[in-house]
């Protein structure tokens, strides 16, 4: 069975910072280019950041370039995200995501709040 | 940010069929085809409802179809039912980044 588990959500004040991670289970995970979206109280989905397949390719989306850091350990099978600088907007459910052709594997997500 | 550009919302009643659009360049949408389609319910995990412009996923409505004309990707919904009613998002792969990004997102409502 398909698993990915995001971890490493919850309560942070502005400025702070917060690490997410991502454990895949039940997949080649090293096959696959892996991602972060997230969706934001009443938006739609954000694409937020994505790594390549052996880890020497890397997109951020404007509204979190140079804040955040997409890594991958494939030896772990864990993908995380390091997030700094942390703003209000900022604030959302992040999913962890694989996909390639017709496979598509998402986790259930985890809560970001950034607040005072 | 938003690199493909989708209609903010579509509309139909049941048993209509719609299309939702999904605008690019290039070098993303008309110059691959590794255009894919999700629909998302909020506060579930998305799904993979269309891949590579127009292959349905093992277990997806033969309702959903998908297309490309240059560099312009559609999705069409026909027989539309009350449960179709969602977000729906295209994504393509860029030789910009070499990666993959993602439409801005239409809101489907079955009236």
């Known amino acids: 069975e398909v698993q990915l588990v995001e971890s490493g959500g919850g309560l942070v004040q502005p400025g702070g910072s917060l690490r997410l991670s991502c454990s895949a289970s039940?997949?080649?995970?090293?096959?696959?280019?892996l991602h972060w979206v997230r969706q934001a109280p009443g938006r739609g989905l954000e694409y937020v950041s994505a790594?390549?397949?052996?880890?020497?390719?890397?997109y951020y989306a404007d509204s979190v370039r140079g804040r955040f850091t997409i890594s991958r350990d494939d030896s772990g099978n864990t993908l995380y995200l390091q997030m700094s600088s942390l703003r209000g907007e900022d604030t959302a459910v992040y999913f962890c995501a694989a996909w390639h052709s017709s496979s598509s594997f998402w986790g259930q997500g985890t809560l970001v709040t950034v607040s005072s | 940010q938003s690199a493909l550009t989708q209609p903010a919302s579509v509309s139909g009643s049941p048993g209509q069929s719609i299309t939702i659009s999904c605008s690019g360049t290039s070098s993303d949408v008309g110059g691959y085809n590794y255009v894919s389609w999700y629909q998302h319910h909020p506060g579930k995990a998305p799904k993979l409802i269309i891949f590579d412009v127009s292959n349905r996923p093992s277990g997806v409505s033969i309702r959903f179809s998908g297309s490309k004309s240059g560099n312009t990707a559609s999705l069409t919904i026909s027989g539309l039912q009350v449960e179709d009613e969602a977000d729906y998002y295209c994504t393509s792969y860029t030789s910009k980044t070499t990666l993959e990004i993602f439409g801005g997102g239409t809101k489907l409502t079955v009236l």
């Open positions: 039940g997949f080649t995970f090293s096959n696959y280019a």
């Open positions: 790594i390549s397949r052996n880890g020497d390719r890397t």
